[in-house]
């Protein structure tokens, strides 16, 4: 089955704790990228991949990393979270961008105390 | 930031009432418009990708059309169910064509 994986699904963690929200595609696509939903601000964008080794950052990059070594995988890096990156986060997938229907993740849920 | 917008933010119908809601983007360096469809719970899922001023897309009882030079497009929903009670997304690509940029989206509640 075609599908964009995310893991873990629910997150609950401490301020400055170093996590990975991991994110894989099985559909062979070029482009990845990685979103945040917050309440009355809709979802925005914080990191993109056109292809392996390539990334380029969103509208809202800061306090996030994120690595394409592999065209499948790309993982979400916190190194010290914050409260303020408490959101739902949303990975997904096309095979190139603009006119491709873009193919979301499940979602994860990081709360950060 | 670009600027993109969705109107209204809620939407309460009844079960059988057509409806529809608008998104409005920046008119100039136009590339591709998105519509997505959002159930609670669950993730986003594709409605329609549109390109060319003018484009009409239809899928079942839902239907959109897009104004590039006016910056926007509608989504039409006809005859409405509640299972069409979903949040209803679009997002505007610009002609650099790399970044999405979302719209805060339009919640539909269709009451039976």
Redesign the interface.
Known sequence: EAQVTQNPRYLITVTGKKLTVTCSQNMNHEYMSWYRQDPGLGLRQIYYSMNVEVTDKGDVPEGYKVSRKEKRNFPLILESPSPNQTSLYFCASNPGQGIYEQYFGPGTRLTVT | ?LNVEQSPQSLHVQEGDSTNFTCSFPSSNF??L?W?RWETA?????LF?M?LNGDEKKKGRISATLNTKEGYSYLYIKGSQPEDSATY?C?F?DNA?????????TRLMVKP
Do not use: D
Request: net charge neutral; no cysteine; aromatic share 12%.
């Open positions: 930031i590339y591709a998105h997505y669950k993730s986003p899922e594709a990708v390109t997304l997002a690509i064509g790399n970044m999405l940029t979302f719209g805060g989206g």
